[in-house]
């Protein structure tokens, strides 16, 4: 473990991947690296390949800690019971618990490894000013709108400080995902996700982030006009005009093949060209980038995560009816497949060699 201190100044990130994921975690670093000019990044290495890599290329204001490290008996305990993501929401709030109680940390904030930061996110701490959690919600699109499965919530940006409030609900949170976390809906819960409903009833010193920038994801991108200038991207809401800076993006489902074919987000969400210009082309550049990197030093594994190859069309016909069901079942007006076109058209396979220029 190469450990580091902290200051008043600094702010401490936590997060969680593995070697399929290592591309991302590597490009939200450098994000980091890029908008912080103080930072530390506490990485939960989910496999040998992953910590191995980052032990040997030894990043500056980065922790690289390993499973054995970091399980504990109750962690090990509801391990066999859960599935390899079911289990890293099971390790959220303990990773945070862990940073903060073994490094002493006045403060620490998980962020998802699939995100990129634009702007310093000291600023939207900043916000918080006494309160000692922060929690970001989804600002869900209206027809995206799952808060009734999902949460109100996203855990991708959870601030706790080391105080008696902080403490009190990442106890809680922790302790009950170890007791239930599991990727389906279950008396109002789904998996570590639907906790973060919970805080501000349960609990003082919990702030709801107002910066709509703390939050951009394929689930609400429809609601904003986007513009980049450099690293820098600023969004306009559509309905009030409001601009703002973007801090971050969430590049949730995008997904790798081993064909070299990418998945930008799916069959959920609708993603306008704008959106793919000023988000996801430069972010899989990156991406593609940080994967030739650690291939010079290790070809056994797809930093991208690669696994499989792409089935003949990306979406089956089983998984069509199935959609233009559901949609048929919120609206009428999606008779004539108008839905299910999005869906379609979403779920079209990039050629991954497009992003390297």
Known sequence: MNKAGTNNTTLNFCTIFNSNYLSRGLVLYESLQRNCPDFHLYVYAFDDLCYNYLLSVKPQNMTVVSLKEFEDAELLKVKPTRSSAEYCWTCTASTIYYSINTFGLENCTYVDA??????????????????????????????????????????????????????????????????????????????????????AARFNGVHELKHRGGGMAPWNVQQYTFRRNGEKISAVENTT???????????????????????????????????????????????????????????????????????????????????YLYDLKGSLKNFFGANLRKRIANNYYYDNKDFNS
Not at 124 to 139: C, D, P, R, W, Y
Not at 251 to 261: A, I, T
Not at 280 to 307: H, M, W
């Open 241 to 323: 005009g409001n601009t703002f800076p973007v801090v971050f993006f969430h590049f949730h489902g995008l997904k790798f093949f081993k064909d070299e074919k990418v998945v930008l987000v799916g069959q959920y969400y609708d993603l306008n060209d704008e959106v793919k210009d000023v988000f996801y082309k430069p972010y899989i550049r990156e991406l593609n980038k940080a994967k030739r990197k650690v291939q010079e030093k290790d070809t056994s594994f797809d930093a991208n995560g690669g696994t499989a190859m792409a089935p003949m069309i990306p979406t089956g016909f089983k998984n069509l009816l199935k959609f």
């Open 114 to 199: 699939d995100m990129c930061f634009y702007e310093n996110p000291g600023i939207l701490l900043e916000e918080m000013g006494s309160k000692s959690v922060l929690i970001t919600a989804h600002n869900y699109t209206p027809e995206y709108d799952q808060s009734a499965i999902s949460g109100r919530y996203c855990v991708q940006f959870v601030t706790i400080k080391n105080d008696a409030d902080g403490m009190s609900v990442l106890k809680w949170w922790r302790d009950a995902c170890i007791e239930w976390c599991y990727a389906r809906a279950e008396d109002g819960k789904y998996g570590d996700q639907k906790y973060l409903d919970e805080f």
